[in-house]
């Protein structure tokens, strides 16, 4: 088996950003239109008032404090709460492809190699704009890179997943160097009129390439990939092509994303714990040793606590990275700006982890060695 390395990763950051303030403000005011539209029936008991966000309910509830939009205009207009995104014409590049084209290049030129030596194409991300042709393939021929690619969804953890089907090719010979691409629009799936989940996302690309060490220059030894997925209905969006086929159903809340929050907190933090855990056991490394830890970023408290299970104390801004304050929850891009934006001060030899969760329940751990 061919030892696989991350070679280099990229990162594309969409242009505008909405504050908490912002958004609370936009909210609000959404508030305050369907409490006056609604206020017989409200009055009568027929239909709940709506309650008002606040900045400091947010920070709390997650340590987000702001997220960068593709659209910013019409997240925060309260009679429209959702991103302006043109539909483009099919000779376009699509607008997934395109952004994660953007962060693809950014790992290309830290690679320092030409994309004519990437074989094969992933693209693992939350929400796919639509079910074919795959956005890897049309990734791959912006590129121009020949061999295959190919789309995978397995949510918040598809980037760890996608590392981990990249090195098994890598692993088996099939391909001396794989791209795998993140391109996260969450903020068209987010339901901006939710108070419970109104903060949570942001859109950003992200990529990777992992190679074969033996052509690698530097870059980090994966040591071991271990992969885990639960079912769960407690994080759920159901919006699909046989919508069209229960019209009546179009509207509802659960086309876009919905979570029940508590429930995932308390499932997943010892889930993921004692697979990290268990993971580092059977790979010999002692995990309170690790340096850091690049963990999916959702919320504050429970990547803390999460932290806290695996090193055995509390962990330092240093050995548990938190990005989630600037970017938000960026799906299975997260533990990829994590990881990219902190690792420069690591010695030859030193390990950490980059490890992912979310809905399915699906968990991804990918241990790794600066070479």
């Not at 789309?151 to 088996?172: E, L, P, Q």
């Not at 799936?189 to 690309?205: E, K, P, Q, T, Y």
């Not at 308390?266 to 056991?281: F, G, K, L, W």
Request: aromatic residues 8%; proline residues 3%.
């Amino acid at each position: 088996m061919n030892q696989a390395v991350i070679a280099a990763t990229g990162l594309h950051v969409p242009a505008q950003s909405v504050s908490n303030a912002e958004l609370v403000t936009s909210f609000n005011a959404y508030v305050d239109l369907f409490n006056a539209e609604n206020a017989a029936d409200i009055a009568a008991g027929a239909v709940d008032a709506l309650v008002h966000s606040s900045e400091a309910f947010i920070e709390k509830a997650s340590g987000i404090k702001a997220r960068y939009v593709v659209n910013k205009e019409g997240v925060i207009d309260p009679k429209v709460m959702r991103p302006h995104i043109t539909e483009r014409r099919n000779e376009e590049i699509s607008i997934l492809a395109e952004i994660a084209v953007e962060a693809a290049k950014d790992a290309l030129s830290r690679w320092d190699k030409p994309a004519s030596k990437i074989g094969a194409v992933i693209c693992a991300a939350s929400n796919m704009q639509r079910a074919y042709p795959a956005m890897a393939i049309e990734v791959q021929q912006a590129l121009g890179i020949e061999g295959f690619g190919f789309d995978m969804n397995v949510a918040c953890s598809s980037a760890t997943f996608g590392i981990k089907t990249a090195a098994d090719y890598i692993g088996s010979g099939d391909t001396r160097a794989v791209l795998m691409v993140n391109p996260e629009i969450t903020s068209a799936h987010l339901n901006f009129r939710d108070r419970d989940s109104h903060f949570i996302f942001g859109d950003v690309a992200t990529a990777v390439i992992v190679e074969v060490a033996d052509g690698a220059a530097g870059g980090w030894d994966i040591l071991g990939t271990r992969l885990k997925t639960q079912f769960s209905n407690n994080i759920r969006n159901n919006f699909g092509f046989l919508n069209r086929c229960a019209p009546e159903g179009v509207g509802a809340r659960d086309k876009l994303f919905v979570q029940e929050g508590r429930k995932v907190f308390r499932e997943v933090v010892p889930m993921v714990s004692q697979m990290i855990v268990e993971h580092a056991a059977d790979l010999g490394i002692d995990p309170t040793a690790l340096k850091r830890l690049w963990l999916h970023q959702a919320n504050l408290n429970m990547n803390e606590l999460i932290a806290r299970k695996v090193l055995g104390r509390d962990p330092t801004p240093e050995e548990s990275v938190i990005i989630l304050d600037e970017f938000a929850n960026t799906s299975s891009a997260g533990s990829i700006i994590a990881f990219h934006r902190a690792n420069a001060d690591f010695a030859t030899g030193e390990t950490g982890l980059i490890c992912s969760f979310g809905a399915g329940y699906s968990a991804g751990t990918v241990f790794v060695r600066k070479r």
